[in-house]
């Protein structure tokens, strides 16, 4: 009997969630097989000390089971359909660990650029999350294969914006709640905006914008 790859989304088989349900499940390792996760954040101190690492490790770091929990849930559904987007096999592999590598070291960049002088340290993936965000802003609901368009500045100013108002959203509600969870902001602005500029880079040829 031949096995059918069912599509939970349309043009999306259930093989095109594999990449992101690999890096989920490397956060949850790290989450529960590392004592302290602030070791393994990126911060100006720890790229001063020599801990370039942190760059790469932060990513995979949590603070808390629904920072993880959020992370992960959030870049396993988005992953799916980006991935069906980058073509097949090994080279689709590349592309997609690649891009999350991208997005979450545009976060790490930024964060570290906007707090020179901060000692304090920013774990998780979010930046990297933010930047399938951010490519999932340009790709429309349709089938993989079909062009999308280029977004210029005019379609960026406003996407952004509505980035930061949502995060300033989220840290009131924190607030309110009364829970004590610092927001690194600028690593999910980092992540995004690479992901919304860079990332048709990573797409297969076909799935790249055009121009109309």
Do not use: K
């Not at 999932?136 to 980035?163: C, H, K, S, W, Y």
């Not at 905006?193 to 055009?210: A, D, E, K, S, T």
């Amino acid at each position: 009997m031949d096995t059918i790859d069912r599509e939970p989304l349309p043009g999306v088989p259930q093989t095109a969630f594999r990449p992101a349900g690999l890096l989920a499940l490397l956060m949850i390792a790290a989450y529960f097989g590392v004592a302290d996760p602030i070791d393994l954040g990126v911060s100006p101190l720890a790229l001063e000390q020599g801990r370039w690492w942190t760059l790469v490790t932060h990513m995979f770091a949590h603070s808390g089971l629904i920072h993880l929990a959020f992370n992960a849930l959030v870049l396993f559904f988005l992953g799916g359909p980006i991935f069906a987007r980058m073509g097949e096999g090994a080279m689709a592999w590349a592309r997609f660990l690649l891009f999350f590598l991208a997005c979450g070291l545009g976060g790490a960049f930024l964060y570290v650029a906007l707090n020179p002088a901060s000692y304090i340290p920013a774990i998780g993936a979010s930046g990297a999350v933010f930047g399938f965000v951010g490519l999932m802003a340009r790709l429309p609901f349709m089938r993989p294969g079909q062009p999308m368009p280029q977004v210029d500045a005019n379609g960026i100013r406003p996407l952004t914006g509505e980035l930061l108002l949502r995060n300033l959203f989220l840290i009131g509600i924190l607030s309110l709640a009364g829970l004590v969870m610092p927001i690194a902001w600028e690593a999910h602005l980092g992540g995004f905006l690479v992901g919304l500029l860079l990332g048709p880079l990573f797409l297969q040829r076909r799935n790249r914008p055009v121009r109309r």
